[in-house]
T-cell receptor, first 113, second 112 residues
Framework: GNSVTQMEGPVTLSEEAFLTINCTYTATGYPSLFWYVQYPGEGLQLLLK?????DKGSNKGFEATYRKETTSFHLEKGSVQVSDSAVYFCALSPNTNAGKSTFGDGTTLTVKP | NAGVTQTPKFRILKIGQSMTLQCAQDMNHNYMYWYRQDPGMGLKLIYYSVGAGITDKGEVPNGYNVSRSTTEDFPLRLELAAPSQTSVYFC???????????FGQGTRLTVV
């Protein structure tokens, strides 16, 4: 079956540090890949997405590239801010349109001033 | 544009009680989902629906039931609540099975 493995947290960084959160997946065919962010007390919201190999998703300074050869979709940001403190989830949707997305366990990021 | 609306936001149930968590979306999405999120954990799919009148089980369906009589609404029914059902419940919707999901704010349920 499909699976998503995320880098374990929690991750603590100082403001303006470089962020990488690793995400690898197992799926047949060409799934769509997503990063969601969850702020305290809220639901998940889409951060960025990529639907085919070599696509780069980007939003709010975050980027991730769909790497078919390494089955990865690592999240990066060049300079984090305190307001980026949240839980980040990597997810995939299979290419069968079956509607059963798979989520990683989430990585908690804390950014200190 | 309200998106996905869940009610209630908080609820405390006694063991053995029943309740219905409400979920409504106004985006005309075909796909709707119920997830639970335990503390420090990821999301587990309880039930999902690909359209009105069609529902299917996810990873953890035991103790829950759903119905989808309209495109907009997807209520989750808990029968005979147990402490193991203490969790945060999220409803979500998407246009297709491959597109991004839109989540509600969640319902924090405690069973005592």
């Amino acid at each position: 079956g499909n699976s998503v493995t995320q880098m374990e947290g929690p991750v603590t960084l100082s403001e303006e540090a470089f962020l990488t959160i690793n995400c690898t997946y197992t799926a047949t065919g060409y799934p769509s890949l997503f990063w969601y962010v969850q702020y305290p007390g809220e639901g998940l919201q889409l951060l960025l997405k990529a639907t085919k190999a070599d696509d780069k998703g980007s939003n709010k300074g975050f980027e991730a590239t769909y790497r078919k050869e390494t089955t990865s979709f690592h999240l990066e940001k060049g300079s984090v801010q305190v307001s980026d403190s949240a839980v980040y989830f990597c997810a995939l949707s299979p290419n069968t349109n079956a509607g059963k997305s798979t989520f990683g366990d989430g990585t908690t990021l804390t950014v200190k001033p | 544009n309200a998106g996905v609306t869940q009610t209630p936001k908080f609820r405390i149930l006694k063991i053995g009680q029943s309740m219905t968590l409400q979920c409504a979306q106004d985006m005309n999405h075909n796909y709707m989902y119920w997830y639970r999120q335990d503390p420090g954990m990821g999301l587990k799919l309880i039930y999902y629906s690909v359209g009105a009148g069609i529902t299917d089980k996810g990873e953890v369906p035991n103790g829950y039931n759903v119905s989808r009589s309209t495109t907009e609404d997807f209520p989750l029914r808990l029968e005979l609540a147990a402490p193991s059902q203490t969790s945060v419940y999220f409803c979500a919707s998407s246009y297709t099975g491959r597109t991004e999901a839109f989540f509600g704010q969640g319902t924090r349920l405690t069973v005592v």
